[in-house]
């Protein structure tokens, strides 16, 4: 009697650990690896110096979280500033206290790079004051 049972314990074990991996094939779509935005902005100089102390941020629809989002980079080094982003079309937007305002769409795709390279110029307005 224990041999039969031990074999049928064996035998159910051995269904088990083969039906265990069937439920995760239809979890869904594995979930997508961010991306990354690079902006590299100079100033309106001669010299093309790099943008310290540039705004930078990306707004758009995000699919994982089913909403709209924005994502404020941070400067790396001088004139380069980074963020990582779900992948998707985002509206980004460069600005800082003396250049005129800069906006452009861009795609980010998964485990991707997308880089914007921009000169700032003088706003008018604000040399104007």
Known sequence: MKILRLKQLKSLAFLL????????VNAGP?????????????WG????????????????????FEAYKSFV???????????SLPPGV???????DS???RCRRMRILPGG?????????NDEVFTHF
């Open 17 to 24: 650990l083969l039906l265990t991996p069937a439920k995760y």
């Open 30 to 42: 594995p979930l997508e690896k961010d991306g990354t935005l690079v902006v590299l902005v100079t």
């Open 45 to 64: 100089d001669i010299d093309n110096s790099p943008a310290k102390g540039v705004y930078v941020e990306a707004h758009g629809y995000v699919v994982k």
């Open 73 to 83: 980079s941070t400067m790396v080094r001088a004139g380069r500033y980074e963020v």
């Open 90 to 96: 985002y509206d980004v937007f460069v600005s800082d």
């Open 99 to 101: 250049s005129e305002p």
């Open 113 to 121: 790079t997308s880089t914007w390279t921009l000169k700032l110029e």
